[in-house]
């Protein structure tokens, strides 16, 4: 066991792969799509994975013209809104939730307000006051623009943030930002997350205290 902990202001979570896992959700419908475009599934979830929906379309279907990949992009996210069956949220993700001031955390994703909401809901998981959702920014993950957004909505610095995230496109994103990144092999091999300042073997594995301003994250080994 090689147990390590962090000291910060606010954690900013991820919400696909990190706090619930819409994997049996997203891989239906996502893998139906890719095999209506002659597309191999495998590689289009990987691609997918941690990067806004329309952002995804363009990389995996560039012949597509924009009004295609417009209407592709509507198709997959109006489908994940209202296909919630097997989605299930992370053990341990609603206590560390529960541990954190209200005012200390919120979630940084990938998808749109509408989505995050209604995954949120259906896991039983709060939703917070304010969050930033791919509605909120010009620049998707890797970009650092979703979680300097993150930390401004909750009125911290950004280096005074640890992020959780279970994409390597959400761990550059974050590191971008100056943030450290707590990395969750739920999506990515271990291999494929290297870059983050630590790996833990799993939400459940991490532990929140809060006392004066200040948040004390544990993550309990073995770590990466």
């Known amino acids: 066991m090689n147990d390590r902990w962090f000291e910060c202001a606010a954690v900013l979570f991820d919400l696909d792969g990190t706090l619930v896992d819409s994997t049996k959700v997203v891989g239906r419908i996502w ?7 002659g597309l191999d599934p495998d590689w289009v979830m990987h691609i997918a994975h941690g990067q806004r929906t329309y952002d995804s379309v363009k990389i995996v279907a560039p012949y597509l013209t924009v009004e295609e990949q417009h209407q592709a992009f509507k ?27 209200p005012n ?21 998981l709060p939703v917070p006051g304010r969050m ?54 739920t999506t990515y091999a271990i291999q494929d997350l290297q870059h983050a300042d630590v790996i ?12 004066n301003g200040v948040i004390r994250l544990t993550v309990r080994g073995p770590l990466h």
């Open 75 to 101: 198709d997959i996210e109006g489908r994940e809104i209202v296909e919630t069956d097997g989605l299930v949220v992370f053990e341990g993700g609603k206590q560390l939730l529960e541990s954190l001031p």
């Open 31 to 37: 893998g139906e799509w890719a095999r209506r475009q």
């Open 132 to 185: 930033i959702t791919a509605d909120d920014v010009e620049n998707g993950k890797p970009h650092p623009e979703p979680y300097l957004k993150g930390a401004e909505i909750l009125g911290v610095a950004p280096e005074t943030c640890i992020v959780i995230e279970d994409a390597p496109s959400g761990i550059r994103s974050a590191q971008a930002a100056s943030m450290k990144a707590i990395a969750i092999p």
């Open 200 to 211: 833990a073997p799993d939400l459940a594995s991490l532990s929140a205290i809060a006392s």
């Open 104 to 124: 200390r955390w919120t979630i940084v994703t990938s998808g749109t307000r509408l989505l995050a909401e209604a995954r949120l809901r259906a896991a039983g």
